[in-house]
């Protein structure tokens, strides 16, 4: 496989609005970034992908955006945006944004001028269709957000148009080249400026299957998950490459997709040697139990399904590139209020268990990529009203989990247990008010935990969650390990063996041996040769005794094996 400058590096999302505030208006800003360059340099981070923070009514938190050229007034300026991509580039560090091109927002110049002339160049840059009230709509496809795709175009009785996400974020017309051109000369008007790419948003929704039709309903509000379309719309591929011609080959840059709902067999064409992106993320773990009845019929993940999902995603990249390997993002839950049984982050066990699993998917092949917080095992929050729910996704799962027939209580413990805003509350960095995020109001409230979960504690406690993800950060940078942390391919070890997940990962030269008991309990767990070295593990030791580790609850190893 072809080295690439990113493969080695260990990558970070930040999600602005919650990172680090220095103006005390509660909301974070890209000065509270730059502010925090030094930790990120400290923790070991190549790779920082920022979440938007273009010009934005906010109506997604910045994914419906405005004006693609400037930065939200919230955030700072473009001379921070400067600034911040200097003072990186100090640090070696690669600064990526986030790319919303399926959709803009509805305050976007190019939406308001299509309002004002639907008939004219701007409408064209949207799916605008004509829809008389009382007669059924062009397709039934339901929202992202809930409720139908379609909505009145403002001013225009007799108009409608398409919005897969929210009303607020209609849908950018890919067929029309004029669209595509635009889109191509911003996205090169930021390479020029120096970042190093972009993690591209929910592109693969930007190819719909043409002539607008109806498909199956799958809820009792008649509807149909746009799942049904993605499977059946061709040529995303033809968008994706012109795309990449245009832009990201031509100055080597790095771009992850956020592909939902690929075809197996497009896998190489998406993240191959001429792949249209660097990378994707892999969410084979992040989509175990969805279904189109939506959160409240979703199961907790056992450690079996979870194991399953990250082989099965190391099996299908293994002669064809890297996937970005996540346990939680912006969109997700906490990964350890998720994967981890219920009970865990409050038991006794909590920080080993962290570690585990922290552990196995950043020793995964691919290209590991924390997000804010993560670091410092930060957990789901709590809500007890949904008028106190931001995420607009929640919102809406709370009202499909009432027509289900939950109770306002069960339908608040399903919000609970997925809304994004548990992953967006501020990052807690010390245990002063508002977790050091803010001194001012934070826009959403901290989690209560911080006195106890945050940086500064954790910082000088060797056996923290964050000393920890900083060895694993140090292990793929070792000079002596590198090759195989990085390149190194992956075998399940004892896969049939229930509540342990193992992994080797092996280059010409070595053979390291990923172990986590994941499980409350005590595990004899036989070895498949001698060990050299034990390169990490979470408990402070692990006994090993000839071909035996006794692993306790919860550990975890990385083990130099004789090959
Ligand atoms: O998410 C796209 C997307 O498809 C998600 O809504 C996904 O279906 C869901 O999270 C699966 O659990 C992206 C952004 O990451 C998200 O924040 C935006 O709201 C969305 O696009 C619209 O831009
Ligand atoms: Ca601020």
């Avoid at 719909?208 to 993605?230: C, I, N, Q």
Wanted: hydrophobic residues 35%.
């Amino acid at each position: 496989m072809e080295h690439k400058w990113w493969h080695s590096r260990t990558a970070y999302q930040i999600y602005p609005k919650s990172f680090c505030d220095t103006n005390a208006d509660g909301i974070g800003d890209l000065r509270g970034v730059i502010s925090k360059l030094d930790y990120l340099q400290e923790l070991g981070v190549g790779l920082v992908w920022l979440s938007p923070i273009y010009a934005s009514p906010l109506a997604d938190q910045g994914y419906d955006i405005s004006d693609y050229y400037r930065i939200d007034p919230r955030f700072g300026t473009m001379d921070d945006m400067d600034e911040l991509l200097r003072e990186a580039g100090r640090r070696d560090i690669r600064v990526v944004m986030d790319l919303v091109v399926n959709h803009c927002s509805d305050e976007h110049e190019w939406f308001r001028k299509a309002c004002e002339d639907p008939y004219g160049k701007y409408g064209r840059y949207f799916y605008i269709r004509k829809h008389q009230d009382g007669d059924p709509l062009p397709c039934n496809w339901r929202s992202y957000f809930g409720g139908p795709v379609w909505s009145k175009l403002p001013g225009h009785d007799d108009l409608v148009y398409l919005h897969l996400f929210h009303r607020k974020q209609p849908d950018l017309n890919w067929e029309n080249p004029e669209v595509r051109r635009d889109i191509y000369s911003m996205i090169n008007w930021w390479l020029e400026k120096g970042v190093a790419g972009f993690r591209i948003d929910a592109i693969i929704n930007i190819k719909k299957a043409l002539p607008f039709r109806d498909y199956p309903a799958d809820r009792e509000d008649g509807l149909s998950s746009v799942d049904h379309m993605l499977f059946e719309a061709k040529g995303v591929l033809d968008f994706l490459n012109e795309m990449a011609d245009e832009t990201f080959r031509k100055y080597d840059a790095f771009t992850v997709g956020e592909v939902f709902n690929e075809k197996p067999e497009e896998l190489p064409l998406f993240i191959g040697e001429r792949g249209c992106f660097s990378t994707m993320f892999d969410f084979a773990e992040t989509v175990i139990n969805q279904g189109p009845e939506g959160w409240h019929a979703q199961k907790p993940v056992t450690p079996e399904a979870y194991k399953a999902a990250c082989f099965e995603s190391q099996r299908k990249t293994r002669d064809t590139g890297f996937l970005c390997n996540i346990i939680e993002n912006h969109d997700e839950p906490r990964g350890v209020s998720r994967y981890l049984p219920a009970g865990t982050c409050e038991g006794p066990y909590a920080v080993a268990a962290k570690k585990m699993l922290g552990g196995l998917n950043f020793m995964l092949r691919g290209l590991p990529f924390l997000y804010q917080g993560q670091e410092i095992g930060m957990e789901n929050t709590r809500c007890s009203r949904i008028e106190d729910v931001d995420d607009i996704s929640a919102r809406d799962q709370y009202r499909v989990s009432l027509e289900a027939g939950l109770s306002p209580e069960e339908a608040m413990e399903v919000v609970n247990r997925f809304s994004r805003d548990n992953a967006r509350t501020p990052f807690q960095w010390d245990a002063s008010d508002n977790a050091g995020f803010t001194s001012g109001t934070p826009w959403l409230p901290v989690n209560p935990n911080y006195r106890t979960i945050n940086l500064d504690a954790q910082r000088n406690d060797p056996d923290s969650v964050w000393n920890f993800y900083r060895a694993l950060i140090a292990l793929r940078r070792n000079p002596d390990y590198r090759e195989t942390a990085v390149y190194g391919q992956t075998t399940p070890y004892l896969p049939e063996r229930k509540n342990l997940m193992a992994y080797f990962r092996r280059s010409d030269t070595q053979t390291l041996l990923v172990i986590g008991n994941f499980q409350d309990a005590e595990a004899e767990i036989p070895l498949p040769g001698a060990v050299r070295r034990v390169l990490l593990d979470n408990l402070n030791g692990c006994a090993v005794e000839a071909r035996t580790l006794r692993a306790r609850p919860w550990q975890f190893a990385v083990l130099d094996m004789d090959a």
